[in-house]
């Protein structure tokens, strides 16, 4: 019985090497994308390394359509926004209106991964 077993498996060495190979295929992409998910996740985890202590965000939407109005809007509320002693640094990115105010101290550092 065993040798008639190994005569036909003998027959079919083709047919069982292919499903050999799509079983070990399907295992590395498997393993593939099972890495790749615990790798990912492990990112999403870990901090980002930025501080925000003592940082305010303030959008501000200045009803107008008219660029120039806009422009001196800005310069209004960035020069106002200056003379606060808390106000440590003040980017005003071109198309958000986005204000980043601080107290006295603020820090706003990136950490380098070790």
């Not at 790798?39 to 501080?51: D, Q």
């Amino acid at each position: 019985m065993l040798k008639h077993l190994f005569k036909l498996i003998w027959k079919r060495k083709k047919m069982n090497a292919l499903m050999m190979f799509e079983i070990f295929f399907s295992f590395l992409i498997l393993f593939a994308v099972w890495t790749l998910g615990v790798y990912n996740y492990s990112n999403y985890a870990r901090p980002a390394g930025l501080e925000t202590d003592h940082v305010w965000v303030a959008f501000i939407n200045f009803n107008t359509s008219n660029d120039t109005l806009k422009g001196q809007y800005k310069e209004l509320v960035s020069q106002q926004m200056k003379r606060y002693s808390e106000v440590t640094n003040l980017p005003i990115p071109v198309v958000m209106h986005l204000l980043l105010l601080a107290h006295q101290t603020m820090s706003l550092s990136i950490k380098r991964k070790k």
